[in-house]
Nanobody, 125 residues
């Protein structure tokens, strides 16, 4: 499956953005999908994930209560709604997918087989 992330941009602190991740080649149905981010000079870190059946979602502590992951399998889309953005949210955001994500690997980049190119999110103070 090929993934394409979009929706990034330059916003001010407190603003909102919605990132989109589209899939081509295969349907998202049956795939667990995650969002990760990488700031300059830092390692890639987990942001959020949605298990393949959409029944369970996961968030990193820094984004809990501000970000929401959702998916529309019919449209082959996964979204990350980001509210109350902070300068520390500035990073390149990546979407990733796995058909066989082990629960214990949900928050680890190594658990995902497919990655899209990143989309830059810059939050100014």
């Amino acid at each position: 499956v090929q993934l394409q992330a979009s929706g990034g941009g330059l916003v001010q602190a407190g603003d909102s953005l919605r990132l989109s991740c589209s899939a081509s080649g295969r349907t998202f149905s049956g795939y667990s999908v995650g969002w990760f981010r990488q700031a300059p000079g830092k390692e890639r870190e987990f942001v959020s994930a949605s298990r393949w059946n959409g029944g369970h979602t996961y968030y990193a502590d820094p984004v809990k209560g501000r970000f929401t992951i959702s998916r529309d399998n019919a449209k082959n889309m996964v979204y990350l709604q980001m509210n109350s953005l902070k300068p520390e949210d500035t990073a390149v955001y990546y979407c990733a997918a796995s058909r066989s994500l082990i629960l214990s690997e949900t928050r680890r980049a190594s658990g995902y087989n497919f990655w899209g190119q990143g989309t830059q999110v810059t939050v100014s103070s």
